[in-house]
């Protein structure tokens, strides 16, 4: 799990020369990327090969795409992106690393927070024409992650309200997929991780069946029932390819991942 890829260093932030090393280790060491339908395939019993990763990036952030596309691009992978669908402005795509015009400005993750607070969500994220022309090059998926990214258990008078309100953000999610990119997945990350049983309830009966948490751990195939699954994420840090690979060595065996993940909690 990735947010920003950028040089405003940050809590959720991987800095680009850490993010090159990272997946430059990925590619040297046999990797290959795994996208929403293989994951989806291979939980529900198919096979893929060991050495098999998904790379997943939260929030659709403009510097996925000044930093993180070209890279996947030169290796040939693929990641997810959740996208918050309310978000995506239109323009012209901006430069990226690779084109050697001058980047756009980046703004670390709070002052890109406060950039959407203030109707500027344009300074800090993905625009639709960005989104084209990195789904073209085969570098990203995108799926929802909510139109809004409003945490409906906090806001929400009660409960029903709540499921209400979750279900019309799911379904606007939806729509604006289906409207500029012809078509919406049945996978869905939980905004800040957040799920409860109204959540899934909700999510399932809108048509969503994989629901992308923020807890680590395995994703062991046919371990829940075949009609959802919860799938665990790993938060890469900015940190050398050294690290990355440590953490990969624990949790692709799942015995010692649950071990590991016992001992730390
Ligand atoms: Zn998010």
Known sequence: MYHHISTSPGMITVSPDHFAAQMAYL????????????LSAYLAGASLPAKSVVLTFDDGYLDNWVHAHPVLQ????????FLVTSWPGDGAPRAHAHLGDELPELLNHHEGERAIENGEADRAILRWSEIDAMRHAGTFEFHSHTHSHVRWDKVAPNREEKCVALKRDLLAARAALETRLGGASDHLCWPQGYYDDDYRRVARETGFRHFYTCEMGPNVRGQEQASERSIYRLEVRDRPPSWLRSRLWVHSRPALSRAYLAVKR
């Open 27 to 38: 590619a040297q060491a046999g990797y290959r990327t795994v996208g929403a339908n293989q």
């Open 74 to 81: 030169r290796h040939g992978f693929t990641a997810l992106c």
